[in-house]
Antibody
Framework: QVQLVESGGGVVQPGRSLRLSCAAS????????MHWVRQAPGKGLEWLAVISYDGTNKYYADSVKGRFTISRDISKNTLYLQMNSLRPEDTAVYYCARDSTIFGVAGHFDNWGQGTLVTVS | QSVLTQPPSVSGAPGQRVTISCTGSNSNIGAGYDVHWYQQLPGTAPKLLIYGNNNRPSGVPDRISGSKSGTSGSLAITGLQAEDEADYYC???????????FGTGTKVTVL
């Protein structure tokens, strides 16, 4: 079955960087667009970024544009989120999610990871 | 800030029917983009509940249904059960933001 496992979270100081990983298994990773979504403590879901099946198209929410970079390594079946210039308001649980389409635009998230907590303090 | 608005909370007794609205605009739901729904149980990741306005993934009971009209979507839960107590989020695409958007979230309480 589809499995998504995030890692890389932790406590980081403001202004520093962190890279999250999402290991995918149970499906053909190269056939799916992938997203990052976060949830601040006690708050709702916030979409952050999407990458198309082949990595050529990437889109970002305004809140992270220019600071965060989404990427994928097909050979490792792994999705990444490079987070730079972190701020206290970036504190959240970060989820990776599989899109129902190959381009990741206007689809839905059919599988989610368990999340990894990032604390900026 | 979310561009899709949901009521903060709804509640009902076991066996009753509850509905959750998701109000958007002409740049998202009203532009023809689908509405999708997710259930988030306490301390867990979101789970897809309804996709493409009114389709249920396998394993989701038929007492859960979705609909869309104009600039809004709606989720209905009939025969409310204790296991339905969770947070629910709608999601769509917004062409002015060029990205996915989530609703503000609704907490369902079973009385």
């Amino acid at each position: 079955q589809v499995q998504l496992v995030e890692s890389g979270g932790g406590v980081v100081q403001p202004g520093r960087s962190l890279r999250l990983s999402c290991a995918a298994s149970g499906f053909t990773f190269s056939n799916s667009a992938m997203h990052w979504v976060r949830q601040a403590p006690g708050k709702g879901l916030e979409w952050l970024a999407v990458i198309s099946y082949d990595g050529t198209n990437k889109y970002y929410a305004d809140s992270v544009k220019g600071r965060f970079t989404i990427s994928r390594d097909i050979s490792k079946n792994t999705l990444y989120l490079q987070m730079n210039s972190l701020r206290p308001e970036d504190t959240a649980v970060y989820y990776c999610a599989r899109d129902s389409t190959i381009f990741g635009v206007a689809g839905h998230f059919d599988n989610w990871g368990q999340g990894t907590l990032v604390t900026v303090s | 800030q979310s561009v899709l608005t949901q009521p903060p909370s709804v509640s009902g007794a076991p066996g009753q029917r509850v509905t959750i609205s998701c109000t958007g605009s002409n740049s998202n739901i009203g532009a023809g983009y689908d509405v999708h729904w997710y259930q988030q149980l306490p301390g867990t990741a979101p789970k897809l509940l309804i996709y493409g306005n009114n389709n249920r993934p396998s394993g989701v009971p038929d007492r859960i249904s979705g609909s869309k009209s104009g600039t809004s979507g709606s989720l209905a839960i009939t025969g409310l059960q204790a296991e339905d107590e969770a947070d629910y989020y709608c999601q769509s695409y917004d062409n002015s933001l060029s990205g996915e958007v989530f609703g503000t979230g609704t907490k369902v309480t079973v009385l």
